[in-house]
């Protein structure tokens, strides 16, 4: 398999966040069950965004926010926080399809991004670079990871027994 360490790509976004000085982080996310998973999808990334918030003493429930995967998360949980009338300084947002809809919120609501709050997303999608403003992501390299699996299947198809299974870097993309 070739997939991304969860849980420390998770820990990066949150120390680049603090390094940037952001003490109160909020989280929006989204969990899809599918029969075929063992594991609702979007679990990791929630788990390993509190278990490392706890760490760092940082974590506050009620600022976290889990709906689907869709813009329309992003906008309903955002305007859940609004409503609340305190917003954390930055959002860790589990893809950017959700960031685009809490972005639309936040416009609508006349909060500026990023003076009166920040969002970074995770993906990269080729949106996130039109977004207004443009979206700070983290970049997961899909197209190597295609590349690894081709190599890795024909690996097998030659004869290789012994099953590999390669974790890819992420990197941030601050825009």
Do not use: W
Not at 157 to 172: A, S
């Amino acid at each position: 398999s070739i997939t991304i360490d969860i849980r420390m790509a998770v820990e990066k976004v949150i120390d680049y966040l603090m390094d940037k000085g952001h003490q109160h982080i909020g989280y929006i996310g989204g969990i899809e069950t599918y029969e075929e998973f063992r594991e609702p999808l979007g679990e990791k990334r929630y788990d390993a965004f509190v278990r490392y918030m706890k760490l760092k003493d940082r974590y506050n429930k009620e600022d976290c926010y889990i709906g689907s995967f869709n813009p329309q998360t992003g906008y309903d949980m955002m305007l859940k926080a609004i409503k609340k009338g305190r917003l954390p300084e930055v959002f860790f947002v589990a893809n950017d399809s959700i960031a685009i809809g809490a972005l639309r919120a936040l416009h609508e609501k006349g909060i500026k991004i990023p003076e009166d709050v920040s969002l970074i997303g995770f993906n990269d999608i080729p949106t996130a670079n039109y977004t207004f403003p443009p979206l700070t992501t983290v970049k997961i390299y899909n197209e190597l990871m295609g590349e690894k699996a081709v190599e890795m299947l024909l690996d097998q198809l030659d004869g290789r027994k012994v099953p590999i299974k390669m974790l890819l870097p992420v990197k941030i993309i601050e825009r």
